[in-house]
């Protein structure tokens, strides 16, 4: 009866109980065959044996427990029937409004509820599956059907339909998501219904080292398979836990509507495929068996918090960390299965042994080649093939796992207890004390209100008590690399590099491990082996291996439901290379320079004898989709590595110098003749990372407004005008108007379901649909992307605007109430639909570290100032909401400039204005005003500024002079409010000019005045 029970909870309201009339009637449940033939036994169990108690302990602290008489039901004109929503951060308010004929009655509403549910799923009578089916498509089909699409015009409005609308912040679907995690903890798998219902616990689970793993990248491939394998082996983790509990117990991250998370589910039901269709939900796969844009976007945290019940408290951390071990493994196993096999079937083709051995014969002395040449024939033997050990001994203790898990309540005292019991103030106490309260809980005012108490109350200190408790687990850890013998990766500088002779037991774990020559050979059989995939000179370890393998050798792709029929790995995981993200703008905009260019390559790989013999690889690898949807849109299948003579040169399996060299001169040659020059359009590009600021506060509720903002509006006028229905009007005004709402179950899954429009909708629309990048990571508040020079400043822009629902400089979005709604018409309503999206709301901030880097600075350079531009920088500045920039030359200068962000539009407004002409005075400027003025109340610099333009030989608009002083004096008062802190120093604005005159600089094609 587990799954049963959570069901009932699930469906135990009306989905459409907003707009119902009586609040009384029941959900759809009596229309599911595997309840209602339990219909008698799941009633007395909801209402006679505490099954209700999950409903009232998910609805603790974040629903006010109003008389009866209170209610608010919907407003019915003659053409709209709207219903008030309030933001559950803000408080915010706004009306969903359909345009039903008149009103539905109660009748109606049920009829569409019942017709929601598709025969197949009404009568199964596996309960788990017809609980799955619920979980994720039942909103969708009610939004979905006829009724409601003919006469809403956002008819996804449907899923924000509140669970009370006396207090209309929190969805329905929320709310009784949590219900059923709730209903399963407290009667779990092996209880019955008569049983007493048990403590839920509180699990938190967490996994590292996260940088490290990302950050040993050569290239972005690297980069998007670290990052990609630490999202699919979170969302393993929480998989594990769907499987086990069901998807509702996961809090964080939700898992609902999360790409990753529905391949996983049509592999488990396969027959599920036609209701993505059906409710126009986007297919995790696509037709042609390749992954969709979003199931290829990492999102998943390493931490990950979820309801379990009591019996599992002590066991589930370790199965969880064992099954991410297994899954680890398991990758690993596979990719080093795959080396070996491919590299023994190679054997078979005689002209590939020839050629291998002929390049021995050029590049070792003689005296080491006929040794080298029979090590490399003993490669096809199964049994020369010794590193097993090796592998295992990498892979096993890289992970570090960690858990905590704590009561809801306190496990020896009951879940709810009665305000006028003689033991409810040991019961409070002992509460309290578990949730380390420093406040009293719950307040005078509430106890004068509410006749029981029940353990939600507590929910937000426990969930702060929960992340303290694993910090100082993993401030215990003890972490050790495992013995290393001969040469190290040459990426990271960790663990020994691969390779297949290389014994792994003692005595052999010290020591000098194997020859250099010998490493080299092996990695250029890998090279050979795997074109594209290794260039013959990096020597890497089993963790990097199996890092950039896992997609497809690891099984990763398989284990999605996506067919890998083709070696290209930008091709399977649809992702670019960092010279067509640098160019990306560029091609946009100069499609018929790109296509020259391209002819001036071609012609001469067609005429020099040293590319002649690659001549159609390069065509392969230039004349394919760069996987930037705005690219692609444009060009269809010109590639922005054909920029790159370092990346075209590894792509086309260039060996010799002469090769090189030529290439080198190709690349040179044809850029002057398209008018370039020195430089190319893909010479710098740009990562950023953002990250919204106090998130821990929003989760513990600390930036939640008091009661009034969040309860509807006619059920606050009732309560001041003291209407007659309600008892001790006085003291409801008081609980609304001085109590702070707090963050309970139901708003903190609302809270986190909410996320998912940011991260899953607005992030990837916005990067990569309106502009020319790719997003790496979106996780709720996490986002990390690349972009293009020209495209950084108005992603920043566009994605603090976004984060807290402000003005979109497009126009394609409205803010209402703290949400985002796409515009009729707009290219943003074709792609997401016409549709509210949430937003963290006004007064909500991201901090972003934003790298700018040449194309030759290696990749953990730029991930590693990317992170402490971010961490240490921006989110350091007064008040957070930073910007730090810093760009990083190819000779190892290092640029860095900060900004607040609210003052990013006017720097980008004066940006904007300027031409080329307008660097040179930058650049005086950075270098005279130190010597003529200070940071005071007197307008020094504006003086400064405006004595230095005038000694310029070319006059500069005088508007553009004024407009220049203008934003420095803002500047400077900003400066002088905060002295002393982070980003107020003269030397900041100096940076500041320097980083304007280098946006101005690094424009592609320069842009002179006329």
Not at 50 to 73: E, K, N, W, Y
Not at 553 to 579: K, T, W
Request: charged residues 25%; glycine residues 6%.
């Amino acid at each position: 009866m587990y799954y049963e029970r959570k069901l009932f909870a699930l469906l135990h309201d009306p989905y459409l109980k907003a707009l119902y009339r009586n609040k009384g009637l029941k959900g759809a449940w009596q229309q599911v065959s595997c309840l209602n033939q339990h219909a008698q036994d799941l009633q007395n169990w909801w209402n006679h044996h505490s099954g209700v108690t999950a409903d009232h302990i998910a609805s603790a602290s974040d629903r006010l427990s109003f008389q009866r008489g209170m209610s608010t039901p919907p407003t019915t004109t003659v053409n709209i029937t709207q219903v008030e929503i309030r933001h559950p951060i803000t408080g915010a308010k706004s009306d969903l409004n359909f345009a039903f004929a008149g009103s539905l009655s109660d009748e109606n509403l049920a009829e569409i509820e019942q017709q929601s549910i598709w025969g197949g799923i009404g009568q199964e009578s596996n309960a788990e599956k017809v609980f799955w089916w619920f979980w994720r498509f039942y909103g969708e089909a009610i939004a979905s059907d006829r009724h409601i699409k003919s006469q809403a015009v956002y008819a996804k409005d449907i899923l924000l339909l509140p669970s009370d609308t006396r207090i209309p912040d929190c969805p329905l679907e929320a709310h009784t998501s949590i219900t059923a995690a709730l209903a399963g903890t407290l009667f779990p798998k092996n209880a019955s219904n008569a049983d007493r219902p048990q403590h839920p616990w509180l699990l938190m689970f967490s996994f590292s080292p996260v940088q490290e793993f990302i950050k040993s990248s050569r290239k972005l491939l690297d980069f998007w398979s670290g990052s990609y394998l630490l999202h699919y082996l979170g969302a393993k983790a929480c998989w594990f836990l769907a499987e086990r509990y069901g998807p509702d117990t996961v809090i964080t991250p939700n898992l609902y509507n999360q790409t990753i998370i529905d391949a996983f589910l049509l592999q488990k039901y396969p027959d599920f495929e036609r209701y993505f269709k059906e409710f126009g939900i986007a297919k995790p796969v696509e037709t042609t068996g390749q992954p969709s844009p979003s199931l290829v976007t990492a999102g998943f945290p390493n931490v990950i918090t979820a309801l379990i019940p009591a019996e599992d408290k002590d066991s589930i951390g370790q199965e969880l960390q064992e099954h991410l071990r297994q899954t680890w493994l398991n990758l690993g196993k596979k990719v080093r299965e795959a080396i070996k096999a491919k590299v023994r079937s190679r054997y078979e083709d005689a002209r590939w042994v020839a050629h291998i051995q002929d390049w021995i014969g050029t590049q070792f002395p003689a005296a080491e080649q006929e040794e080298l040449k029979k090590e490399f024939l003993s490669w096809q033997q199964g049994g020369r093939w010794e590193w097993n050990a090796l592998w295992e001994a990498q892979l096993e203790n890289f992970w570090e796992s960690y858990w905590i898990a704590f009561p809801l309540g306190d496990p020896e005292k009951s879940l709810t207890c009665d305000r006028r019991a003689a033991n409810y103030s040991s019961w409070k106490t002992a509460q309290a004390i578990l949730a380390k309260a420093e406040n009293p809980l719950p307040t005078a005012v509430e106890e004068n209100v509410y006749s029981t108490i029940n353990v939600g109350t507590w929910w937000p200190l426990l969930q702060q008590r929960l992340g303290s408790a694993l910090s100082a687990v993993k401030n215990t850890r003890n972490w050790q690399f495992p013995a290393s013998p001969g040469e190290r990766s040459s990426i990271s500088g960790a663990y020994s590099a691969l390779h297949p002779n290389l014994l792994y037991r003692d005595p052999f774990r010290e020591g000098h491990g194997l020859p250099t020559s010998s490493l080299r050979l092996f990695w250029y059989v890998m090279s050979q082996a795997f074109p594209g995939l290794f260039n013959g000179s990096e020597r890497l370890n089993a963790i990097e291996v199996t890092k950039r393998m896992a997609w497809k050798h690891g099984g990763v792709a398989e284990a999605l439901g996506v067919e890998c029929s083709e070696e290209d790995y930008e091709n399977l995981v649809r992702f670019p290379n960092a010279s067509s993200i640098a160019a990306a703008r560029f091609m946009v905009e100069y499609p018929n320079q790109v296509k020259q260019y391209w002819q001036e390559l071609n012609q001469e790989f067609t005429a020099d004898p040293d590319l002649q013999p690659y001549r159609n690889r390069f065509g392969g690898k230039t004349r394919r989709p760069t996987q930037i949807p705005q690219v692609d849109a444009k060009l269809g299948d010109y590639n922005g590595v054909m920029f790159s003579a370092k990346w075209l040169a590894e792509d086309v399996g260039l060996e010799t110098k002469e090769e090189l060299a030529a290439l080198r001169s190709a690349v040179d040659w044809a850029q002057k003749r398209v008018g370039w020059g020195d430089r190319s359009p893909a010479d710098w590009w740009c990562i950023l990372l953002a990250d919204g600021d106090g998130m821990g506060d929003y989760v513990r509720g600390h930036n939640l407004k008091k009661y009034q903002a969040y309860v509807a509006s006619n059920v606050v006028k009732d309560i001041q005008q003291k209407k007659s229905y309600i008892e001790n009007p006085d003291q409801w005004q008081k609980l609304i108007n001085e109590t702070p709402k707090r963050m309970g179950p139901a708003t903190h899954v609302g809270l986190n379901r909410a996320l998912l429009d940011f991260a899953n909708r607005l992030v990837p629309y916005l990067v990569e649909q309106r502009h020319c990048g790719r997003v790496v990571y979106s996780g709720g508040d996490d986002v990390m992307a690349i972009l293009p020079l020209e495209d950084a400043l108005s992603v920043i822009d566009v994605l603090r605007q976004a984060w807290c629902g402000g003005t979109d400089p497009a126009g394609e979005f409205e803010p209402h109430g703290d949400y985002w709604q796409t515009v009729q018409g707009s290219k943003a309503a074709e792609v997401l639909g016409m549709r509210r999206l949430f937003t963290m709301g006004q007064g909500a901030t991201m901090s972003m570290g934003v790298v700018i880097a040449y194309r030759s600075v290696p990749l953990p350079t730029v991930l590693e100032n990317l992170w402490q531009a971010e961490k240490e920088r921006a989110k350091k500045l007064p008040g957070k909401d930073g910007l730090c920039f810093r760009v990083l030359y190819g000779s190892g200068n290092v640029l860095e400039a900060v900004l607040k962000g609210d003052r990013l539009a006017d720097w980008q407004a004066l940006l904007q204005q300027a031409d080329d002409d307008v660097s040179p005075l930058l650049y005086r400027l950075v270098a005279e005003l130190p010597q003529h003025c200070w940071l005071s109340q007197e307008q020094v610099i504006r003086k400064a500024i405006a004595s230095i333009a005038s000694r310029r030989e070319k006059d500069l608009p005088q508007e553009y002079i004024e407009n220049l002083c203008d934003w420095c004096d803002r500047w400077e008062n900003w400066a002088l409010q905060h002295e002393g802190q982070l980003g107020t120093d003269f030397q900041d604005l100096l940076n500041l000019l320097r980083l304007m005159a280098f946006f101005i600089d690094k424009r592609f094609p320069p842009q002179r005045s006329k």
